[in-house]
C-alpha cells in the first residue's frame, strides 16, 4: 500500500512561484514512476509531468515546460514539482500519483494506481 500526501498549494499572484511536494508513506521503486497531474475548472485532469524513479529521465506537458520542474528524493520518498512563472491558467487542483510502470513513460490516469488527494493551487492576475 502506498499513501501519497500533497503540499504546498496555494494564493499565488502571475510570476510567482510555489513548490510542491509529494510525500509518499510506502515504498517506491526503481520501476515506479511518480506524477503530477492537475484538474482545472471546466478541463480535463492533464498530465503535468512525470518522473522516472529509477533515474533522472523525466516528461513536461507543453503548457508548462521551461517553468516547470520535477525532481524527486530517494531517501524521502518525497516528490516535487517546482512551479516558476505561474499564470493564471496554471489554476487548478494538482494530485501526486503513482504507476507501477516506467516503459513506456505513463502519461494516462487509468496508468496510475495511487493518488494523493490534491492540492489547491491559485494563480491571481
Known amino acids: 500500500q502506498v499513501q501519497l500526501v500533497e503540499s504546498g498549494g496555494g494564493l499565488v499572484q502571475a510570476g510567482g512561484s510555489l513548490r510542491l511536494s509529494c510525500a509518499a508513506s510506502?515504498?517506491?521503486?526503481?520501476?515506479?514512476?511518480m506524477g503530477w497531474f492537475r484538474r482545472a475548472p471546466g478541463k480535463e485532469r492533464e498530465c503535468v509531468a512525470t518522473i522516472i524513479w529509477s533515474g533522472i529521465m523525466t516528461y513536461y506537458a507543453d503548457s508548462v515546460k521551461g517553468r516547470f520542474t520535477i525532481s524527486r528524493d530517494n531517501a524521502k520518498n518525497t516528490v516535487y514539482l517546482q512551479m516558476n512563472s505561474l499564470k493564471p491558467e496554471d489554476t487548478a487542483l494538482y494530485y501526486c500519483?503513482?504507476?507501477?510502470?516506467?516503459?513506456?513513460?505513463?502519461?494516462?490516469?487509468?496508468?496510475?494506481?495511487?493518488w494523493g488527494q490534491g492540492t489547491q493551487v491559485t494563480v491571481s492576475s
Open positions: 500519483a503513482r504507476s507501477n510502470n516506467f516503459n513506456p513513460p505513463p502519461r494516462k490516469e487509468s496508468e496510475f494506481d495511487y
Open positions: 510506502g515504498r517506491i521503486v526503481s520501476s515506479n514512476t
